[in-house]
C-alpha cells in the first residue's frame, strides 16, 4: 500500500520567517494530496490540497508544490504568525479523494516571537 | 452549524468492559471514516463506510467493530478493550468518494487501564 514520510517531525522558526515541510509517497498511482492542521484539542482541519495534473497551488500566506517525478511534495508557509504554530499533516489518495488517504506522522510547527 | 460529534470526548475504562464510542454528522454525508492517532504514528484509519450498510477495514480494525445502520450516524465498538487501544480517536465524514475535504471531529479520548 501507499506509505508517506513526512519531515521533520519538529519545525520551530522565528515569528515573520517561512516554514517549509516536505513530504514523499511510494505509489505513483496517487493522484490527490491534501494538507490538516491540527490545532491543540481539536481535531484536524483542511488547509489546501493539490491534485496530481497541478504543479503549484497557493493560498495567501500557503502554497503546496507537488513533484510528481520525485514523488515528493511540500508545505510553504510565508510570513509566519503565533496562530500558525500546530501539528500538520500531508497524506495521499488514488481515489482522488478523502477516501483511501494516508497520512503522514505530523509535523509539529513552533513559531517563535 | 455543521459538524461532527463525537461522544465521549473523554473516557477511562478497564481491559475487557464493552464500550461504544458514537459520532454523528449533520451534513448529509456519505462517506465515514475512523482514525486513531498515536504520537509519533500520526493518523491511522480503523474503518471507514462508503455509505449506509456498507463498511469496510482499513489499516488497524483489529479489536474494533463498527456499523452504519444511518447514514449521520458511525459508531465504534471495542467489543473487549485491551490497554494497546489506548488512544485519541477521531471519527470523520466527507460528502462522497471523490471529494476531498475530511470533516473531523474533536477527538474521544480513550484510556484502557
Known amino acids: 500500500g501507499e506509505n508517506v514520510e513526512q519531515h521533520p517531525s519538529t519545525l520551530s522558526v522565528q515569528e515573520g520567517d517561512s516554514a517549509v515541510i516536505k513530504c514523499t509517497y511510494s505509489d505513483s498511482a496517487s493522484n490527490y494530496f491534501p494538507w490538516y492542521k491540527q490545532e491543540l484539542g481539536k481535531g484536524p482541519q483542511l488547509i489546501i490540497d493539490?491534485?496530481?495534473?497541478?504543479g503549484e497551488k497557493k493560498d495567501q500566506r500557503i502554497a503546496v508544490t507537488l513533484n510528481k517525478t520525485a514523488k515528493h511534495f511540500s508545505l510553504h508557509i510565508t510570513e509566519t504568525q503565533p496562530e500558525d504554530s500546530a501539528v500538520y499533516f500531508c497524506?495521499?489518495?488514488?481515489?482522488?479523494?478523502?477516501?483511501?488517504?494516508?497520512f503522514g506522522k505530523g509535523t509539529h510547527l513552533i513559531i517563535q516571537p | 452549524e455543521a459538524q461532527v460529534t463525537q461522544n465521549p470526548r473523554y473516557l477511562i475504562t478497564v481491559t475487557g468492559k464493552k464500550l461504544t464510542v458514537t459520532c454523528s454528522q449533520n451534513m448529509n454525508h456519505e462517506y465515514m471514516s475512523w482514525y486513531r492517532q498515536d504520537p509519533g504514528l500520526g493518523l491511522r484509519q480503523i474503518y471507514y463506510?462508503?455509505?449506509?450498510?456498507?463498511?469496510d477495514k482499513g489499516d488497524v480494525p483489529e479489536g474494533y467493530k463498527v456499523s452504519r445502520k444511518e447514514k449521520r450516524n458511525f459508531p465504534l465498538i471495542l467489543e473487549s478493550p485491551s490497554p494497546n487501544q489506548t488512544s485519541l480517536y477521531f471519527c470523520?465524514?466527507?460528502?462522497?468518494?471523490?471529494?476531498?475535504?475530511?470533516?473531523f471531529g474533536e477527538g474521544s479520548r480513550l484510556t484502557v487501564l
Open positions: 470523520a465524514s466527507s460528502p462522497g468518494q471523490n471529494t476531498g475535504e475530511l470533516f
Open positions: 493539490i491534485r496530481s495534473n497541478v
Open positions: 463506510s462508503m455509505n449506509v450498510e456498507v463498511t
Open positions: 497524506a495521499a489518495s488514488k481515489q482522488g479523494g478523502a477516501d483511501g488517504l494516508t
